[in-house]
């Protein structure tokens, strides 16, 4: 009884105690892909700091066999007492002696069962000449280690791994490091690796299966991997050319060379992400790796060069150089993400692929401006509610915070800082306050005072503006979508234009106020005229357009007094204003639409500017309002939505007729993504033209699956038409559809149709694709491309599926993963009423789990946000007369 008492101490605890600091690990592990389980042993080198009877580490889910300690004097100690607590996820072991300060080794032998969920050490499936056959791998962030070995599963308790492996002879095995040497008896292979460079427990990594490679080697002499199927290996020739360029990137850039002698990249056939930076092993789901140059669209080619090229910078930011604690796993991934987008410009200049962080920045806006935010340092109590706040903002707000501070500081003084950082840093780990203290000491300039706001604090000012006698004043308040706010106050790099791009302004606004005079920008032939005052105002409304925060450089939404706003819409007009400002008004339009600052009536007369719209962003952006207006019309003037989506139709139309079916020989890329969405897009709203043309393509396509006829830019809105064409009692196309899925034999077009099939109006033909998605015909990790495309008609019955199936649901994608938070954020946020948001939250009152309660509040608080809108809609008297007229304007 006294034993247990004093193990019990260690329960509920943040951290694990620091009795003892691991310094390297010895592991063995023996996968048997037959019965789905391993075995294993784990021989911890320890410090011993402080004498003890306990030694606390992390296990979940293993079972352990045998357990001994042995000192530097070479006295074995058994454990009296091995405890497993589950809620606590540790390992406690009990020693009747006391450990004495100084050296040891730990030795554990354990065993456990590969699982099905994705997580730890999991079995996953592939397919052999038609036979079904396993394989296993690892996924180990944050906080998944621990369901493979007994370790401290803590990133600051960084240590040296060396690992081995039982494998069938006939798989391929693969860790962080090369392999040192190979054993063979019978039909196992032991593979020995080498020694690993210090790191955290969430980098490990191992993966046994059949996988055909090819290599290349960088300019510093590293050997890189792309591991495909079998008989695949083509197929990785492009992401392994983007890998080679960013390893050489990134070694200049930050001046420090690669800390590993190989990287291998390996295409796992079920992963729950979309890739993970290992240490020298990055695994990756088989579409974000794999391309093909006829099957793979535009945009999944640029989706792959990002993503190859965010793994690899991890290698600097997050592997070499890793946060403390999850507290700063900004730090990771704000700038993995900001540096890929680096990476990929200087390696694809004509994609300008910095216009497309701007969709970046507005994901971190749009969580951001919710009351159920979170700052992106925020203060993580326990491991695994990582996933509360591995989110948009850490990603997106992060990287969107940091392209600010670069802008702000200069390119040449914040790699220079970086440099330092990654320098300083390299094999030991780092807080949030150790780069602004660099960046401070580089730059002279007081990073921490103006960063900590941005950082320590959620949410993001509005800047109102507002011109007086050629003054503009500005004012700052925190912006939230359910219209509240209070006095939070940051510091903001204010940038604008006023009338031409030559004419360029900056404001440090550090008050809730501030004002600038523009009058030396307005000019007349006759100062002392009697009218020179009448004459500067007609010269500011036609010519003096004010657009504030130049190539949305800052996180923050702009709020134009209504005569500002006009000269803007005239300025849009008129294309005046390069793509990315353009993007810019108008995502900010919309935020003040939905936060019910401005009318709906302000957002459509301001979208009407947008026309003769070419730029392949800004298209990207109107038609994402478009989508979300319309999904707001159906439930706050249903009987205008036919009206409504004719004017989007409008809208698109004259880029629609540019660019056609058909790709152009020797066309830009940016021409190809503008293609696949505008089509896309009029397939959604249901044009009619755009429909039969899709339709006699999809049907050249099923006679002849190589036809030129349909890309693989266009499949998916000749989908869309099809599966908006089907119905319960003509389910042709839906059958065509399902037989494509059945019949391919790649990833690309497998995700293409499920994006695609739940998109059907008709609710019935929803309900059997969400019971498809749950069958084994559907890897779990596709279940995310299925959800993505649920109609907003299917809404309903999709959380009546959602309750009715929610045990089976839960049981079958892990319970508290993101696959989960994704299935329930997109059935939930289809809906746009209070009452709805009521029955959701009493829905999940007494089901929710800790790690999805952020994801799921911030879902109903959208929902709230809706409806709040949708009331606000309702109420506008010239709406319906304006969307007539813009509905029949040609």
Same mark, same amino acid.
């Given at each position: 009884?006294?034993?247990?008492?004093?193990?019990?101490?260690?329960?509920?605890?943040?951290?694990?105690?620091?009795?003892?600091?691991?310094?390297?690990?010895?592991?063995?592990?023996?996968?048997?892909?037959?019965?789905?389980?391993?075995?294993?042993?784990?021989? &911890?080198? @320890?410090?011993?700091?402080?004498?003890?009877?306990? !030694? *606390?580490? =992390?296990? +979940?889910?293993?079972?352990?066999?045998? $357990?001994?300690?042995?000192?530097?004097?070479?006295?074995?100690?058994?454990?009296?007492? &091995?405890? @497993?607590?589950?809620?606590?996820?540790?390992?406690? !072991? *009990?020693? =009747?002696? +006391?450990?004495?300060?100084?050296?040891? $080794?730990?030795?554990?032998?354990?065993?456990?069962?590969?699982?099905?969920?994705?997580?730890?050490?999991?079995?996953?499936?592939?397919?052999?000449?038609?036979?079904?056959? =396993?394989?296993?791998?690892?996924?180990?962030?944050? $906080?998944?280690?621990?369901?493979?070995?007994?370790?401290?599963?803590?990133?600051?308790?960084?240590?040296?791994?060396?690992?081995?492996?039982?494998?069938?002879?006939?798989?391929?095995?693969?860790?962080?490091?090369?392999?040192?040497?190979?054993?063979?008896?019978?039909?196992?292979?032991?593979?020995?690796?080498?020694?690993?460079?210090?790191?955290?427990?969430?980098?490990?990594?191992?993966?046994?299966?059949?996988?055909?490679?090819?290599?290349?080697?960088?300019?510093?002499?590293?050997?890189?991997?792309?591991?495909?199927?079998?008989?695949?290996?083509?197929?990785?020739?492009?992401?392994?050319?983007?890998?080679?360029?960013?390893?050489?990137?990134?070694?200049?850039?930050?001046?420090?060379?690669?800390?590993?002698?190989?990287?291998?990249?390996?295409?796992?056939?079920?992963?729950?992400?979309?890739?993970?930076?290992?240490?020298?092993?990055?695994?990756?789901?088989?579409?974000?790796?794999?391309?093909?140059?006829?099957?793979?669209?535009?945009?999944?080619?640029?989706?792959?060069?990002?993503?190859?090229?965010?793994?690899?910078?991890?290698?600097?930011?997050?592997?070499?150089?890793?946060?403390?604690?999850?507290?700063?796993?900004?730090?990771?991934?704000?700038?993995?993400?900001?540096?890929?987008?680096?990476?990929?410009?200087?390696?694809?200049?004509?994609?300008?692929?910095?216009?497309?962080?701007?969709?970046?920045?507005?994901?971190?806006?749009?969580?951001?401006?919710?009351?159920?935010?979170?700052?992106?340092?925020?203060?993580?109590?326990?491991?695994?509610?990582?996933?509360?706040?591995?989110?948009?903002?850490?990603?997106?707000?992060?990287?969107?915070?940091?392209?600010?501070?670069?802008?702000?500081?200069?390119?040449?003084?914040?790699?220079?800082?970086?440099?330092?950082?990654?320098?300083?840093?390299?094999?030991?780990?780092?807080?949030?306050?150790?780069?602004?203290?660099?960046?401070?000491?580089?730059?002279?300039?007081?990073?921490?005072?103006?960063?900590?706001?941005?950082?320590?604090?959620?949410?993001?000012?509005?800047?109102?503006?507002?011109?007086?006698?050629?003054?503009?004043?500005?004012?700052?308040?925190?912006?939230?979508?359910?219209?509240?706010?209070?006095?939070?106050?940051?510091?903001?790099?204010?940038?604008?234009?006023?009338?031409?791009?030559?004419?360029?302004?900056?404001?440090?606004?550090?008050?809730?106020?501030?004002?600038?005079?523009?009058?030396?920008?307005?000019?007349?032939?006759?100062?002392?005229?009697?009218?020179?005052?009448?004459?500067?105002?007609?010269?500011?409304?036609?010519?003096?357009?004010?657009?504030?925060?130049?190539?949305?450089?800052?996180?923050?939404?702009?709020?134009?007094?209504?005569?500002?706003?006009?000269?803007?819409?005239?300025?849009?007009?008129?294309?005046?204003?390069?793509?990315?400002?353009?993007?810019?008004?108008?995502?900010?339009?919309?935020?003040?639409?939905?936060?019910?600052?401005?009318?709906?009536?302000?957002?459509?007369?301001?979208?009407?500017?947008?026309?003769?719209?070419?730029?392949?962003?800004?298209?990207?952006?109107?038609?994402?309002?478009?989508?979300?207006?319309?999904?707001?019309?159906?439930?706050?003037?249903?009987?205008?939505?036919?009206?409504?989506?004719?004017?989007?139709?409008?809208?698109?139309?004259?880029?629609?007729?540019?660019?056609?079916?058909?790709?152009?020989?020797?066309?830009?890329?940016?021409?190809?993504?503008?293609?696949?969405?505008?089509?896309?897009?009029?397939?959604?709203?249901?044009?009619?033209?755009?429909?039969?043309?899709?339709?006699?393509?999809?049907?050249?396509?099923?006679?002849?699956?190589?036809?030129?006829?349909?890309?693989?830019?266009?499949?998916?809105?000749?989908?869309?038409?099809?599966?908006?064409?089907?119905?319960?009692?003509?389910?042709?196309?839906?059958?065509?559809?399902?037989?494509?899925?059945?019949?391919?034999?790649?990833?690309?077009?497998?995700?293409?149709?499920?994006?695609?099939?739940?998109?059907?109006?008709?609710?019935?033909?929803?309900?059997?694709?969400?019971?498809?998605?749950?069958?084994?015909?559907?890897?779990?990790?596709?279940?995310?491309?299925?959800?993505?495309?649920?109609?907003?008609?299917?809404?309903?019955?999709?959380?009546?599926?959602?309750?009715?199936?929610?045990?089976?649901?839960?049981?079958?994608?892990?319970?508290?993963?993101?696959?989960?938070?994704?299935?329930?954020?997109?059935?939930?946020?289809?809906?746009?009423?209070?009452?709805?948001?009521?029955?959701?939250?009493?829905?999940?009152?007494?089901?929710?789990?800790?790690?999805?309660?952020?994801?799921?509040?911030?879902?109903?608080?959208?929902?709230?946000?809706?409806?709040?809108?949708?009331?606000?809609?309702?109420?506008?008297?010239?709406?319906?007369?304006?969307?007539?007229?813009?509905?029949?304007?040609?």
């Amino acid at each position: 009884m006294e034993t247990k008492r004093s193990w019990e101490q260690f329960k509920g605890q943040t951290r694990l105690p620091k009795f003892a600091i691991p310094k390297r690990y010895d592991l063995f592990l023996k996968p048997d892909l037959s019965a789905c389980t391993f075995s294993g042993t784990v021989q &911890v080198s @320890l410090n011993i700091i402080e004498d003890t009877k306990f !030694l *606390v580490l =992390n296990a +979940l889910e293993i079972v352990i066999q045998e $357990v001994r300690f042995t000192d530097s004097n070479n006295q074995t100690y058994r454990s009296c007492d &091995v405890v @497993l607590e589950g809620d606590d996820e540790i390992l406690v !072991l *009990v020693f =009747n002696e +006391l450990l004495n300060i100084g050296e040891g $080794v730990l030795w554990i032998e354990f065993s456990a069962a590969l699982n099905e969920h994705l997580i730890g050490f999991y079995k996953c499936t592939y397919m052999d000449g038609g036979v079904k056959k =396993n394989m296993a791998a690892t996924q180990f962030e944050a $906080v998944e280690a621990r369901r493979c070995f007994p370790c401290w599963d803590e990133p600051a308790l960084k240590a040296t791994f060396k690992i081995t492996l039982d494998v069938p002879s006939d798989l391929t095995a693969l860790s962080n490091m090369p392999i040192a040497d190979e054993n063979l008896e019978g039909n196992i292979r032991t593979v020995y690796f080498e020694e690993s460079p210090i790191m955290s427990t969430y980098l490990v990594a191992v993966v046994v299966g059949a996988f055909d490679y090819i290599e290349e080697m960088t300019a510093d002499g590293i050997k890189v991997r792309a591991y495909c199927p079998v008989g695949k290996s083509d197929k990785g020739k492009f992401a392994l050319d983007v890998a080679v360029k960013s390893l050489d990137i990134f070694a200049k850039y930050f001046s420090t060379p690669f800390p590993l002698p190989k990287l291998d990249m390996v295409a796992v056939p079920e992963f729950a992400g979309g890739a993970m930076e290992n240490h020298g092993l990055i695994t990756y789901r088989e579409n974000e790796l794999l391309y093909d140059e006829l099957l793979s669209s535009a945009a999944r080619k640029q989706r792959l060069v990002i993503v190859v090229s965010h793994e690899v910078a991890h290698h600097w930011f997050g592997n070499l150089v890793t946060m403390e604690w999850w507290t700063h796993l900004w730090l990771n991934e704000g700038f993995a993400t900001w540096v890929s987008y680096m990476a990929t410009d200087i390696i694809f200049p004509e994609w300008k692929i910095w216009t497309q962080f701007l969709k970046l920045t507005t994901y971190g806006l749009r969580v951001d401006a919710l009351e159920q935010s979170h700052p992106i340092e925020v203060e993580v109590h326990h491991a695994r509610s990582i996933l509360e706040v591995a989110d948009d903002i850490s990603y997106n707000k992060g990287s969107a915070v940091i392209r600010m501070l670069q802008g702000y500081l200069g390119d040449h003084m914040f790699q220079k800082s970086l440099s330092s950082y990654i320098k300083r840093y390299a094999g030991k780990n780092a807080k949030t306050e150790d780069l602004w203290s660099i960046l401070s000491e580089e730059s002279g300039v007081q990073v921490n005072s103006m960063m900590e706001a941005w950082t320590k604090q959620k949410g993001y000012p509005v800047i109102s503006v507002k011109s007086r006698d050629n003054i503009l004043e500005f004012e700052q308040s925190q912006f939230l979508s359910s219209g509240l706010h209070d006095d939070r106050i940051w510091t903001v790099p204010i940038t604008l234009s006023i009338g031409s791009y030559d004419r360029l302004k900056t404001l440090p606004l550090e008050t809730r106020f501030g004002e600038l005079d523009i009058s030396e920008f307005v000019h007349s032939s006759d100062e002392n005229s009697s009218s020179f005052k009448e004459k500067n105002e007609e010269n500011c409304d036609e010519h003096l357009w004010v657009k504030v925060n130049i190539d949305q450089s800052g996180f923050y939404r702009v709020e134009y007094e209504d005569k500002l706003a006009a000269r803007l819409r005239k300025a849009v007009e008129g294309n005046y204003l390069s793509e990315i400002d353009k993007f810019g008004i108008l995502d900010d339009a919309y935020a003040l639409c939905m936060a019910c600052k401005q009318s709906l009536s302000l957002l459509l007369s301001l979208m009407d500017a947008y026309r003769k719209e070419l730029d392949f962003v800004v298209l990207l952006k109107l038609i994402d309002v478009c989508y979300k207006v319309v999904q707001i019309s159906v439930d706050a003037i249903p009987d205008l939505v036919n009206e409504l989506k004719q004017f989007f139709m409008n809208l698109l139309l004259f880029s629609s007729e540019k660019s056609g079916w058909e790709s152009i020989s020797g066309e830009s890329h940016l021409s190809a993504l503008l293609r696949g969405e505008v089509l896309l897009a009029l397939s959604t709203f249901g044009h009619d033209n755009t429909h039969k043309e899709a339709i006699r393509r999809f049907q050249a396509f099923l006679d002849d699956r190589n036809t030129p006829l349909l890309s693989a830019d266009t499949k998916r809105a000749a989908y869309i038409a099809v599966m908006m064409n089907t119905s319960t009692t003509n389910r042709n196309g839906f059958e065509s559809l399902l037989n494509v899925y059945k019949e391919a034999n790649t990833v690309q077009e497998k995700e293409q149709v499920l994006c695609s099939i739940a998109s059907c109006p008709d609710p019935n033909i929803v309900l059997e694709v969400l019971n498809f998605m749950l069958s084994d015909e559907v890897r779990d990790q596709d279940a995310t491309y299925v959800l993505a495309g649920i109609s907003l008609e299917g809404g309903e019955v999709a959380w009546r599926w959602l309750k009715e199936n929610w045990e089976l649901i839960s049981n079958k994608y892990g319970g508290d993963g993101m696959l989960i938070h994704h299935l329930i954020q997109r059935v939930i946020t289809l809906f746009c009423s209070n009452e709805k948001a009521d029955e959701i939250e009493a829905f999940f009152e007494s089901r929710k789990r800790p790690s999805f309660d952020m994801n799921l509040r911030q879902a109903i608080e959208q929902v709230r946000i809706k409806a709040r809108w949708v009331e606000n809609i309702r109420h506008e008297q010239p709406l319906r007369d304006l969307i007539k007229h813009l509905a029949h304007k040609k």
